[in-house]
């Protein structure tokens, strides 16, 4: 496939990697060309503007933090149509990325990140996923049978963006759940909101589950 990134932080260098380890063509769009080049360099694909990343692929990965999901999709011409009829793969979550507190929104019942990037990227289909681990598990697939199983739940509502974020998940060695429909997809992002409060306390969030099997 190609793919597109926007947004050269933690998210996108694993992500990244990840599919161009599985041989997939990409181009790193960032708001700075220069960490751009760099990660790209790293990855192994192409650097280029978030307008240029909008529209190289039929999957774009939207990684950058909730407060500047507008300002990012505007710079990525999303408003002229760049993202129109391609699968943006939302791994945002709606926190505070220095305090990782919840946004307002997620504590008011509000619309989820995955609804509004929905209503910003004009006809895309939007994907909700990989939002729920540290970016650290994503950078480290693919994953081989003697390792630990990676669940990753995916919320959407077209079935053939959700088929390519599937076979993207596979190959990592990753099983992709089926989350539901993208009104669903709160539900995902308000649990990496516990989990990340959990994490703030030194805990594992998958203790408060119990061990497996009951
Ligand atoms: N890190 C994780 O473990 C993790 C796990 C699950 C989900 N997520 C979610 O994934 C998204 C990306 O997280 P990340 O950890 O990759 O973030 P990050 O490492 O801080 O990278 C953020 C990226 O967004 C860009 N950006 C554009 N506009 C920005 C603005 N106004 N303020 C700050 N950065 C801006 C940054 O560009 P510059 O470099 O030019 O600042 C950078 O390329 C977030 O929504 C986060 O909640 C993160």
């Keep these: 496939m190609r793919i597109g990134v926007l947004g050269t932080g933690a998210m996108a260098a694993a992500l990244a990697g990840s599919w161009a380890r599985a041989g997939h063509e990409l181009l790193i769009g960032g708001r700075s060309a220069a960490k751009a080049e760099t990660l790209a360099g790293r990855v192994g694909g192409r650097a280029g503007s978030l307008r240029e990343a909008a529209g190289f692929g039929s999957v774009v990965l939207l990684a950058v933090p909730y407060a500047a999901l507008a300002d990012t999709l505007r710079r990525a011409g999303a408003d002229e149509g760049t993202l129109r009829g391609r699968t943006v793969v939302d791994c945002t979550n709606p926190l505070d990325m220095a305090t990782m507190e919840p946004a307002p929104e997620l504590l008011d019942g509000g619309p989820s990140a995955a609804r509004r990037i929905a209503g910003l990227v004009g006809g895309a289909h939007v994907v909700k996923g990989f939002n729920l681990a540290p970016a650290q598990v994503w950078g480290r697939s693919p994953y081989g049978p003697g ?5 990753v739940p995916l919320c959407g509502d077209d079935e053939a963006a ?8 596979g190959e990592m060695g990753c099983e992709p759940l089926d989350g539901g429909g993208l009104e669903r997809a709160g539900l995902l992002e308000a649990t990496a909101a516990v989990a990340a409060g959990l994490w703030g306390q030194g805990r594992q969030p998958g203790a408060v589950f119990g061990p497996a099997g009951g």
């Design 147 to 151: 390792d630990a199983p990676v669940d």
């Design 162 to 169: 959700l088929a390519a974020v599937r076979t993207l998940v």
